[in-house]
C-alpha cells in the first residue's frame, strides 16, 4: 500500500510565506510517480496546483500559483515540498498531497491521482 502525510500548513498574512511537506511511505513507494499539491476551497472543486514526475523532475503549476510556489522532493523520492511565496487570499484552501502510478496522468485531473494525504490547511488573511 502507499501512505502520504501532508504537513505545513497554517496562518499568514498576504504576502507571506509556506512550505508544505509530503512524505511517501508504504511497500509500493517506488511505484509512485507523480506526486504533486491539489487545493480545495470551500465551494469549490477540487483543483490542481502543482505536481512534480518523481523520476524525470519535470514539473507542472497552474497558472495561478506560476512564479509564486516551487514543488520539489529530496533525493530519496520520498518527500515532496510545495514552497509557498507571495501567498494571496484566494489561495485559502485544504492542501492535499497526491500521489499516482500509471501512465497518461493529466496534472490537473484529481480523479487520475489514486492516493491521497489527509490535507492541510492555509488560510491566508488579508
Known amino acids: 500500500q502507499i501512505q502520504l502525510v501532508d504537513s505545513g500548513g497554517g496562518s499568514v498574512e498576504a504576502g507571506g510565506s509556506l512550505n508544505l511537506s509530503c512524505v511517501l511511505s508504504g511497500y509500493a513507494k517506488s511505484n509512485v510517480d507523480p506526486m504533486g499539491w491539489f487545493r480545495e476551497a470551500p465551494g469549490k472543486e477540487r483543483e490542481g496546483v502543482a505536481i512534480?514526475?518523481?523520476?524525470?523532475?519535470?514539473?507542472w503549476y497552474a497558472d495561478s500559483v506560476k512564479g509564486r510556489f516551487t514543488i520539489s522532493q529530496d533525493n530519496a523520492k520520498t518527500t515532496v515540498f510545495l514552497q509557498m511565496n507571495s501567498l494571496k487570499p484566494e489561495d485559502t484552501a485544504m492542501y492535499y498531497c497526491a500521489a499516482a502510478i500509471g501512465e497518461r496522468i493529466r496534472e490537473d485531473v484529481a480523479d487520475d491521482f489514486g492516493y491521497w494525504g489527509q490535507g492541510t490547511q492555509v488560510t491566508v488573511s488579508s
Open positions: 512534480i514526475y518523481l523520476w524525470s523532475g519535470a514539473t
